[in-house]
DNA sequence: TGCTACCTACCAAACGTTTGTTATGTACGC
DNA sequence: GCGTACATAACAAACGTTTGGTAGGTAGCA
């Protein structure tokens, strides 16, 4: 009962235990919850084994994301691997991102919650603005390819067009996270069509919907000056 | 020094006054930082003042956050106050959630910030909710509006794309909060132009981003079984 | 006017608990 | 017997909350 050292000799594969001890308390309670006993207690250990593999609480939160992301990008992304290419292979990746099983939820949770601590660490907020412009490169990609297949008009820059559509389905996690019963797995794909549809569309007179800026100026930006 | 009882009778106006410390320690470490007598020391008083005004430290939050809402609702809206209707006026709305201000981007880290604690408390959650829908509503309205004008095209119905909307801008707000370099105002703007342009343009073949779909199904969501 | 009574508004200090971290002990495989 | 892999226990610090007290205002009554 005492001694029972399951899988002696594999350090990283302890380490990515801990980790999972600590999704499942961050997917509980949030970070307001994650402390070293809790962690301890969900893996029924003790502390001193938290402090055995980790140095620190915050680097056993750093590690612990860090691995997430990394499971998250590796994990089998089901929409993703049947899609071809462009525009069909643009919306699969947005699919993959949104919570449509409750393991993305729970993920998706955690990642919404770690926003909180990340602002706050310069550190991490590095770690997850990389992580976005690597996310955004590879859709830009896609879509670069969707307007070679002349699935996407020209005239938007790929980059834009990605960053649109990683706010859109990032925003999209967070009122699913709010609202679950509003926003079921079937809904969450309408929208994302309804979204490409709008991208897919040829774009409408130019300036037609900032026809009244003469007097309001850029949308009256000026109060205060800019973010930052 | 001691008894100068600064604006004695309103109560409601201290409490207030507690609200704004609190948001200036959320602001500048989140809420892992948010504790009594770090409140306490940014109003320069004691932790048995905010217990005078408040039971416990969740109502101190919940009151800081509603009153934060409150005041962003009821701040001047720069752009919407000369937005005409419909396509324009969603517009405006749109814009004046964005972090476009120094003030703004703060009031925004803030509530990006209460995600992790409100996911993780079921009332705080319900409130959050509320507010989203209560936004989604006066957007769709907008929609409705510029759809009676012919500025949108009839097909999509207003709540979808109110709730589209909504994700855009709320995503987008959490990549400029990461990202402040990389999203100067005036990119927020042409980002949430080239959506509504998007909006604007007729819809394209219906179906034809989901062209694959017959044999991947509705994007392979097979795995798992639905939210929550 | 002056005395008593009671109120609100707060401070200073202390309470017991929980936190991250550290130190010490111990069982096991080599 | 020696290092790795933990458990156990202790640590100071910080936490939310409670308590006791003071200062000043207000109201009532003489």
Known sequence: MSGMTPARGDHEARRADVSEAVWRVLAEGGFGALTLRAVAAEMGASTGLLTHYFPN????VRHALEVLDRRS???PRPAAERA????A????VLLDILPLSAQSAADNRIWVGSWDVALSDPELAAEHAERYRRARRVMAEHVAEA????ELPPGRAPQEVAAAAQSFV???????????????????I???????DGLAAAPARPGATRAADGPAGPAGVRDSGGVR
């Open 190 to 196: 309408e929208l994302v069509d309804l979204y490409l």
């Open 73 to 75: 990008a590796e994990r």
């Open 170 to 188: 990032l925003g999209l996690v967070v009122q699913v996270l709010f609202a679950p019963q509003e926003y079921p797995a079937q809904r969450q």
């Open 89 to 92: 292979m643009l919306r699969a």
């Open 147 to 150: 307007r070679r297949l002349g």
């Open 57 to 60: 609480k915050r680097a056993l």
């Open 84 to 87: 071809g290419a462009g525009l």
